[in-house]
């Protein structure tokens, strides 16, 4: 076993890159969809140039962003299923939220909060694609019934509050866990990270780059 | 400005008071259906006063012209041939239009601040300089009634000629009508004024003559006397018992602050999260094997 500031590879240039136009485009859409979501945030459409900017803006972020995003799903989808690690893991997750990880289970490359973020953004993003083509205006929504356009508003609303708690979740973990976030800025983590995150991948890797 | 009115008693996405010092009493156009002829001399006077020229149609066979509403046409008559009973045919022809109801759908369901307002004597006004064209008020109305403009992507609906009651002028259709179908003033006077046309018409053969001020929205400010007021919908569709849409409700009423409210807690959430248990770092030496 390599030493703890020995660095492992954890996401490839592609992945990063995906992962972060996914970010950035998620972002885009959180400020411009709230501000015209409650007034308090209104003042948020200054970013995009004005009220009718945001508006005309968000919904091709939105299309680029579902591109983007399922670059992101087929690259994980196999890596994401729960397995029986996950469920010893999710009866130890009070231990884990107040830093007492001791004789954790064996957690693969994902453990299963990462796991509920990946499935809950698979769940939420195409619903929110297809609710906000239902609303957008002018191009799709004048030929849709009235009723439809209704329920898509409301349905877009609730998606977009499940997929902006997932991914404040998925913010608050990668800082609360120390060494996270090289993993997606510069693709690597420290061997004692892996160990002590992901003991299950660590394993993996080190038997496969055995030489 | 709007504003400088004073008498504006709601504003789209304001969660604070709005400037309506002032109190003017509640207005409201009657159309008498029953003594309209369909000559549209309302239609054009719309069209005159606010400068509003909508793109040459073509003829569909029947007198709607344009068939709809637009961003350049904020009233049309809509005719339809109807049997209100076996062997009675009837003509009915109604001036759509906004209605300018009391609960507004349009300016719930608006998140531009100040696109929408209502004064105190219950017109409801856009103000398409602070429109940002996302057609929420679309989805907001019981009635169909705002379009959004191919020209500029505004939306747009009638006025009840605002500009005109504020310096104490009647709505533009309203002079032109040339059989009386049309009389504006105070909401009062112009429910006195359809009662004794409602009694006129019950006695010449129309029992269920009345008039049109659907409660579900907490009335209207353009108000119908219908032959067939238990049959709204034999005019071209008018609904029986318009409201907003519970779907309008639920995502402008409690959706709204609850949504937010929980996004804040949950980034509350993570800070007190860190600043408690510390944050989760690795290599501690219990887990090195």
Known sequence: ?211 | MALQSLDVIRRSATTTATPQQRQTPEVAKLIDVSKCIGCKACQAACMEWNDLRDEIGVNRGIYDNPPDLSGASWTVMRYSEVQPEPNRLEWLIRKDGCMHCAEPGCLKACPAPGAIVQYSNGIVDFHEENCIGCGYCLTGCPFNIPRLSKKDGKAYKCTLCSDRVAVGMEPACIKSCPTGALVFGTKEDMKRHAQGRIADLNSRGYPHAGLYDPEGVHGTHVMYVLQHADRPELYSGLPKDPSISPLVGLWKGITKPLLSLGIGVAVLAGFFHYVAAGPNEAGNDETKK
Not at chain 1, 120 to 144: E, H, N, R
Not at chain 1, 167 to 193: D, E, F, L, N
């Open chain 1, 1 to 211: 076993m390599g030493n703890d500031k020995d660095l492992v590879r954890r996401y490839s240039v592609k992945e990063r890159v995906n992962h972060w136009w996914v970010a950035i485009t998620f972002i885009l859409l959180v400020l411009s969809g709230l501000a015209l979501f409650h007034p308090a945030f209104f003042f948020l459409v200054n970013l995009f140039g004005g009220g009718t900017w945001a508006r005309i803006l968000h919904p091709f972020i939105g299309v680029v962003m579902f591109m983007s995003f399922l670059g992101l799903a087929g690259r994980f989808w196999g890596q994401n299923h729960v397995t029986d690690a996950d469920r010893e893991w999710r009866k130890r997750f009070g231990d884990i939220l107040a830093n007492r990880a001791q004789d954790l289970p064996e957690i693969g490359k994902y453990n299963l909060g990462q796991k509920y973020v990946f499935w809950a953004l698979v769940a939420t993003i195409p619903v929110l694609l297809v609710s906000g083509v239902i609303i957008w205006q002018p191009y799709f929504a004048p030929v849709f019934p009235i009723g439809l356009i209704r329920l898509a508003a409301v349905v877009h609303a609730l998606a977009a509050f499940i997929a902006i708690l997932t991914i404040i979740i998925h913010i608050y973990a990668a800082i609360w866990t120390k060494g996270s976030i090289r993993a997606m800025t510069r693709g690597t983590v420290t061997a004692a990270w892996a160990r002590h995150h992901h003991p299950g991948w660590y394993k993996e890797i080190s038997k496969g780059s055995k030489s």
